[in-house]
């Protein structure tokens, strides 16, 4: 019984000290990270929808715009119309990144697709996300950094599976 109590004061502690690294990591390092990707040009949620699609969208180039605003609403707080303004200023020019079509399957459905602009945008994107973090690989030993990467892969899992309990909860609350 003590083992399993200094456990869970160790648990404690270790949960106390991650969140002291929270806003660090979040407000400083993440909010840094983001501006550079956007680049000067995007707004927060312009890029993260970029990224959405890059990473959840079919082929890395389309998506349908109610899944848009579903990981959006994940991410952000954020109305369907904020949603619908940021993807139509990615759309005019003088960005032209995105280009909104009909969704064949379904006449009320919308798709976002990246244009040519929009593919060339994100690859630099993401090389500009990529020269960022180098600045803060140089600045760790390599074993180190293995070691965080995978702390962040497993953390994020974690987060998901917290995060879906808990959504699962409020729900049952309703």
């Known amino acids: 019984m003590e083992a399993t109590a200094r456990k ?9 000290e ?3 690294f929270f806003y660090p ?7 840094a990270l983001e501006d550079a990707l956007r680049g000067g040009v995007l707004t927060r949620k312009q890029a993260a929808i970029l990224w959405l699609i890059r990473c959840e969208g079919e082929a890395g180039r389309c998506m349908r715009r109610k899944e848009v605003e579903r990981l959006m609403q994940n991410w952000f707080e954020v109305s369907s119309s904020a949603i619908t303004k940021a993807i139509r200023g990615m759309a ?3 960005l032209s990144l995105v280009q ?3 969704d064949p399957h379904s006449g009320r459905e919308k798709q976002v ?3 040519p602009k929009g593919e060339r945008f994100l ?22 950094m293995k070691t965080g990467i995978e702390f962040l892969s497993q953390a994020t899992e974690a987060f998901a599976r917290v995060r879906a309990t808990t959504v699962a909860h ?4 309703r």
């Open 8 to 16: 869970v004061r160790v648990e404690e502690d270790l949960a106390a």
């Open 18 to 20: 991650l969140l002291e």
């Open 25 to 31: 990591i979040h407000y400083q390092g993440e909010m």
């Open 92 to 94: 005019r020019p003088p």
């Open 100 to 102: 909104v079509v009909e």
């Open 113 to 115: 697709f990246l244009t």
């Open 123 to 144: 690859l630099n994107m993401v090389a500009r996300g990529q020269q960022f973090l180098q600045k803060i690989v140089e600045q760790i030993p390599q074993e180190l």
């Open 170 to 173: 409020s729900r049952k609350g």
